[in-house]
């Protein structure tokens, strides 16, 4: 007897093409941040992909996403152009903020990417506000907040849960466990690890999920924004995963000295938990797709990739006497 595909094939594609996407634009910046041409803090996603494209597949294009430090998967999710991501992670004029930014400052307004920030928590009350405007002009736009493990530590956290609960605002509260906030391991700064726990108190739904499993973390995203779609209020969705490298670069140091402090074992259990071989396995097996279909789209995603870098390097980079251009002024 077939088991019924939990998601359509065209669905299921999708997640498997952003999931390759991102791991592909990750990987690429390796070498480029060990040599020094990369010269911004990149904080690598590669590991925690499924969250991004299961989160985002669940989204129209007219919602709105915030992002972190480690937002180069939430921006391509979302659409985001890889082109002026990647330009950005070089600080070329044609980057998405014009090559003043760097990694951590990713925008694309036009796909509802409303932007990224090193601030751990600092993003949370921005999407909480854009929530509340949509809220006032019942746009029925969802908004999602994605967060770090470590953004658990700062007040702005609990006092965007409550008014977002009092209002009932549309918005989706992702909170990216890896288990670690820079080199501090979660067991050792709360006293309790079930993040999705802090919810409860605010009469929020909330729950844990696997979040290396792709197919899991869209149809969790897919209620939880349903429901904010419904005027119904905020939702916690806190997703379990784990980062593949450093906390920044790739081997945790900007210039690669080996400064990860993380257990070797515990590297390689989650290493098993690959979300993209997981859905891989999970596709084969359902025969959802062929090995070769599998094989052109990560050859696709390379040549997207490669084309990206062509364009960087023919960015110039901004001069000097413009790095104040864009500067707000009132
Ligand atoms: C308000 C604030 N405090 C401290 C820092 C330094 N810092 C940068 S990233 C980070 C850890 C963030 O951990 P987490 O939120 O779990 O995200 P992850 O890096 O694990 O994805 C810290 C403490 C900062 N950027 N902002
Ligand atoms: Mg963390």
Known sequence: MEIPLKQPKKKIEELYRTMVRIRACEESFVDPILN???????????????????????????????????????????????????AEIFCREKGCSRGRGGSMHLISPQVGMMGSAPIVAGTISLALGAALASSIRKDKRVTVSFFGDGATGEGVLYESLNFAALKKLPLLLVCENNLYSTHLPIKECRVDNGIYKI????????????GNDVL????????????????????????LTYRYRGHVGP??????????????EEVKSW???????????????????????????????????????????????????????YVFKN
Do not use: W
């Not at 992909?49 to 939430?74: K, M, N, P, Q």
């Open 36 to 86: 020094g041409d990369i010269c911004c803090p990149v904080h690598l996603y590669s590991g925690e992909e499924a969250i991004a494209a299961g989160v985002c597949a669940a989204l129209d294009r007219s919602d709105y996403v915030f992002g972190t430090h480690r937002s180069h998967g939430h921006y391509l999710a979302k659409g985001g152009d890889m082109k002026e991501m990647v």
């Open 199 to 210: 919810a409860q108190p605010f009469g929020i739904p909330s729950l844990q999920i696997d």
């Open 216 to 239: 899991r973390v869209y149809s969790a995203a897919g209620d939880a924004v349903d429901r904010c779609r419904r005027g119904k209020g905020p939702v916690f969705l806190e997703c």
């Open 251 to 264: 081997d945790d140091n900007i210039q690669g000295s080996h400064t990860d402090i993380r257990p070797p």
């Open 271 to 325: 290493l098993k938990k690959d979300p993209i071989k997981r859905l891989e396995r999970y596709i084969v097996r359902n025969k959802v797709l062929t090995r070769e279909r599998l094989r052109k789209i990560r050859n696709e995603e390379g040549a997207q990739v490669e084309e990206a870098f062509t364009f960087t390097h023919k960015s110039p980079k901004p001069i000097k006497r413009e790095f104040k251009k």
